[in-house]
């Protein structure tokens, strides 16, 4: 099973944020899926998260700015902010948890990672 992000980059201080993440792999269903970040020097944090009834949770910080959205036919999460602010500036990771085809194993999946920075 893999997760990969798209979007991230660059962002000027009160732009818009678009990241998305698609799944591929020997995937039945896929239960809660969400997006974390890291800042430097920081522990990762929860910024949304989306579970498969589509209840959703944001981190206080991001609250009212973001918005997590998930497409099941295409296996993918997306999130989407707005007014960024450089404590936004983070690297942001993919999250899903998997239930694999014909078989009872669930996974913890991660993305790779995506750098998004909030300057001038």
């Known amino acids: 099973v893999q997760l990969v992000e798209s979007g991230g980059g660059l962002v000027q201080p009160g732009g818009p944020l678009r990241l998305s993440c698609a799944a591929s792999?020997?995937?039945?269903?896929?239960?809660?899926m969400a997006w974390y970040r890291q800042a430097a020097g920081k522990q990762r944090e929860l910024v949304a998260s989306?579970?498969?009834?589509?209840?959703?949770k944001y981190a206080d910080s991001v609250k009212g700015r973001a918005t997590i959205s998930r497409d099941d036919a295409k296996l993918a999460v997306n999130l989407k902010m707005n007014s960024l602010e450089p404590e936004d500036t983070a690297d942001y990771y993919c999250?899903?948890?998997?239930?694999?085809?014909?078989?009872?194993?669930?996974?913890?999946?991660w993305g790779q990672g995506t750098q998004v920075t909030v300057s001038p």
């Open positions: 999250y899903a948890y998997v239930v694999r085809r014909a078989s009872p194993v669930r996974l913890h999946c």
């Open positions: 792999g020997s995937i039945a269903t896929i239960n809660d």
């Open positions: 989306i579970t498969n009834g589509g209840t959703t």
